[in-house]
């Protein structure tokens, strides 16, 4: 009979492995570049240059290695913070949406010399009449809205329930899959207005005044405070590939949506596709998602051509 030796998982299963000394290959990497850059730097003027004076030039050298080497900001390695700080900075930060390069102003324009503006790279391509996010090359990407319930009022079985539920699911995932938890600004003047129009055709006086009251409530904490609604998106992402791939990967990425709605509706959650009105006013949002939100109206479908009503 043999024994099973078992075998302990991290929990972060994409943790770097440490090979020497407790440091990952990463920080070998640089504290080794920075000890042979400093040694090689001492071969070269070792000789004519003061131990004093190597050792006052060393240390700060070796301590932003070090820092590189095991420093972390905001979950993220120090060397690699640094490294998109510079790239960030190093981007142009004025961008146009064209797919064409950026052309040079004329020689007779007058303008200021300065960094041109760059072409504006979205991932998006369009949101189609399904409501399918076009990724390009990248395929199509469809977008859910997910109820919610709530976990801490059931029972310790019934959260082992909804736990056991969302596990089978995540255990069926065949491809890339994204929850997000995303706030929203509410805007309640439709919900007054509507309920000061219902309020006249009620049919006690008791009635009407409770009904005015209560749209004075709404005007009132919607005057002084920021309201906030919490939307729960789950995203599913299918890569296209060969001529028909676009059709292939949005059959795929609407089965695995309707798979996740058939596993998530034994917790309760109910999964609804967003059509493609929604997805437009979702994409918007994610540009200013402090405005309050446009009327369907205000959005243009793809391919039409904005223009404007007034006469100059």
Not at 76 to 103: E, F, G, N, W
Not at 106 to 122: K, M
Not at 203 to 208: F, G, I, K, Q, V
Not at 211 to 233: C, K, P, T, Y
Request: hydrophobic share 50%; charged share 20%.
């Amino acid at each position: 009979m043999s024994w099973v030796q078992p075998v302990r998982i991290p929990a972060d299963v994409e943790q770097e492995d440490r090979i020497v000394g407790g440091f990952t290959a990463r920080q070998v990497a640089i504290l080794g570049g920075t000890g042979g850059l400093l040694y090689a730097a001492y071969l070269i003027v070792g000789d004519r240059v003061p131990l004093a004076v190597c050792a006052a030039v060393a240390l700060p050298v070796g301590v932003l290695g070090v820092l590189l080497a095991i420093g972390w900001r905001d979950g993220v390695p120090l060397d690699r913070y640094l490294l998109a700080a510079i790239c960030h900075q190093r981007s142009p930060k004025a961008l146009v949406c064209t797919p064409t390069d950026i052309s040079p102003a004329p020689s007779w324009v007058a303008a200021r010399s300065g960094r041109r503006p760059a072409p504006l790279r979205l991932p998006a391509r369009g949101v189609a009449g399904d409501g399918l996010i076009d990724l390009g090359p990248d395929g199509v990407a469809a977008v859910a809205e997910v109820s919610t319930v709530s976990f801490a009022l059931r029972t310790a079985d019934e959260q082992d329930a909804l736990v056991a539920v969302f596990g089978r699911w995540l255990n069926s995932l065949s491809g890339p899959a994204q929850i997000l938890v995303r706030a929203e600004r509410v805007d309640l003047t439709e919900t007054v207005a509507t309920l000061v129009e219902n309020a006249r055709g009620l049919p006690h006086p008791a009635l009407t005044a409770a009904a005015h009251e209560h749209a004075a409530f709404l005007s009132d904490i919607s005057a002084r405070h920021d309201l906030l609604r919490r939307q729960v998106l789950l995203v599913i992402r299918e890569p296209s590939t060969g001529a028909s791939g676009r059709d292939a990967a949005a059959a795929r990425a609407l089965r695995r949506l309707e798979e996740a709605a058939r596993l998530l509706s034994a917790c309760g959650l109910t999964v609804r596709l967003l059509d493609a009105a929604a997805t437009s006013a979702l994409l918007a949002s994610c540009f200013d998602p402090t405005a309050p939100p446009l009327p369907d109206g205000e959005f243009a479908a793809p391919g039409e051509v904005i223009t404007r009503g007034d006469r100059w």
